[in-house]
């Protein structure tokens, strides 16, 4: 599709943060120094303190690094994980169904892998599903103890890895039920010595991210998202938690996150309504990472009380703890539940296996409302993203999964193309948290346009010494988001 539409550029805050992780992973560092201008660079996500990155964990940058250093742009290296994701998602479902259904699994990933924001945007969810898939594959296949056992132990440690990288609440209520499972199903048939490449996997791991903490944070043991809830964050990460005081935040942005939008979020969050609206989110990321559209669950909540008779009927219960002790977090998107993606594929193929076999009054009725049912369910859901993708590009906006206007920066740095120029952003209500215009690289002073917060002529005119050689610009998004003004 890219003879079509360009590669998708950035539009949310949170996909700003992941691409300064990548860009900082490509240049060979972990971490960068603070900006001494930083107070013109705060962002919501981002670290201008102790050092300038992102508050995120590494996994989905290492990818976004490999596709930038080494393929030309980070994109490919979405596109890359998302590949990796559905061949895994694949490879996983042989060791829990048989090959047919398998195979069904397999074009279940479809949607989620090529046409959800997954791929389609920097904000993640491959690199986890990716982990989580690589997991199951190397779970089921243990437990049946086939060959290539410390190979699978490998695979094993590997996955756990990427997922601590990416998603690591989630990922520890996914791991730990499968791991104990695993060493309750197989402890007399797996030799002690098939444990030894999934722990020295996993202490690999578990160093590199404690050295990756200490390069960012100063310790080994706190977490770059720890030290950025601790300087900016109000609201707690739980909803039991308690609402932290006032933030003192100047950009507009920051103040609308912090201060209001996530403390009106948690108060939410603890009301019944706000319960029944995390359920009805559940419901439709189980929906989405099936197949896109609700009716492919349909032989799953049917057939529950048979599939979870069969092997496949463990992941039945994994996707329920999950869902269930994750409840009482804050947040909640579709790429949350990227650990257990390709378990919910599977039970939902497991789910059709068993349709198949269903007979009316002695008749195989299964054998063709199976096909049929899992037909509809793949057409409403491609067909519902297809018409969104159209009307975007009919709008002949640049290519974001999420259609703010921020997607018009790339426009904006094209128009000032020569020389090295600063775009002062001044935001004016009404605000929209999401439409975030102050981005920057790792490397700030190297990029032709920084772009920095509108703090006041005093102030502005520090930022003017700091940057003698380079042309002031204004920038009003919400006056007119295609123009810019000298500042002088």
């Not at 437990?143 to 520890?172: K, M």
């Not at 057939?303 to 329920?320: A, D, H, N, Q, S």
């Amino acid at each position: 599709m890219l003879p079509f539409w360009d590669i998708p550029v950035a539009a949310v805050h949170d996909e700003f943060s992941y691409l300064l992780l990548g860009d900082t992973l490509a240049h060979g560092r972990l971490a960068n120094p603070p900006h001494p201008m930083r107070q013109f660079f705060e962002v919501t996500h981002v670290l201008s303190t102790p050092t300038y990155a992102s508050k995120y964990f590494p996994g989905q940058g290492v990818f976004l690094a490999f596709g930038q250093a080494l393929l030309g742009h980070p994109w490919f290296g979405v596109l890359l994980s998302s590949a990796l994701m559905a061949g895994a998602t694949l490879w996983a479902a042989f060791a829990w169904l048989p090959p047919g259904w398998a195979l069904l699994a397999g074009v279940l990933c479809f949607p989620m892998s090529a046409i959800s924001y997954w791929m389609n945007s920097y904000w993640g969810g491959s690199v986890c599903g990716l982990g989580g898939a690589l997991v199951l594959g190397a779970v089921g296949r243990m437990l049946d103890g086939t060959r290539g056992v410390y190979a699978n132990s490998t695979l094993l440690g590997a996955g756990s890895v990427l997922i601590c990288w990416t998603r690591p609440f989630e990922g520890i209520l996914f791991l730990t039920p499968l791991f104990l499972f695993l060493l309750w199903k197989s402890h007399k048939t797996l030799p002690l010595t098939a444990w030894i490449p999934v722990t020295a996997v996993g202490l690999l791991g578990a160093a590199f991210l404690g050295f990756f903490f200490y390069r960012i944070t100063g310790n080994a043991m706190v977490p770059p998202e720890a030290e950025f809830q601790r300087q900016y964050g109000r609201a707690p990460l739980f909803i039991f938690g308690e609402v932290g005081p006032l933030r003192q935040l100047r950009d507009p942005h920051m103040d609308l996150v912090h201060n209001r939008w996530e403390v009106e979020l948690i108060e939410r969050e603890r009301t019944l309504d706000g319960l029944l609206e995390r359920g009805a989110k559940n419901w439709g990321a189980v929906a989405q990472i099936a197949g896109g559209h609700w009716i492919l669950l349909v032989p799953l909540l049917c057939l529950w009380p048979f599939i979870i008779r069969t092997k496949p009927g463990i992941l039945c219960w994994l996707v329920l703890i999950i869902y269930a002790a994750s409840a009482p977090e804050m947040y909640f998107m579709p790429h949350f539940s990227a650990p257990q993606f390709a378990a919910i594929i599977i039970v939902v193929a497991a789910g059709f296996q068993h349709l198949y076999s269903w007979k009316f009054q002695g008749k195989p009725a299964g054998r063709l409302l199976a096909p049929a049912l899992a037909a509809v369910g793949l057409l409403l859901g491609l067909g519902g993203t297809a018409w969104d993708w159209m009307k975007t590009h009919e709008s002949g906006d640049p290519m974001t999964y999420f259609t703010l206007p921020t997607g018009g920066r790339d426009r904006l740095e094209q128009s000032l193309a020569e020389g090295k120029h600063v775009v002062l952003v001044r935001y004016e209500p009404p605000y929209n948290f999401h439409a975030q215009w102050v981005f920057n690289k790792a490397n700030i002073d190297l990029q032709s346009v920084v772009w920095a917060h509108d703090l006041g002529e005093q102030e502005n005119r520090l930022l003017q010494a700091y940057y003698p050689d380079r042309k002031f610009w204004l920038y009003r998004p919400n006056q007119d988001p295609t123009w810019l003004t000298e500042y002088k």
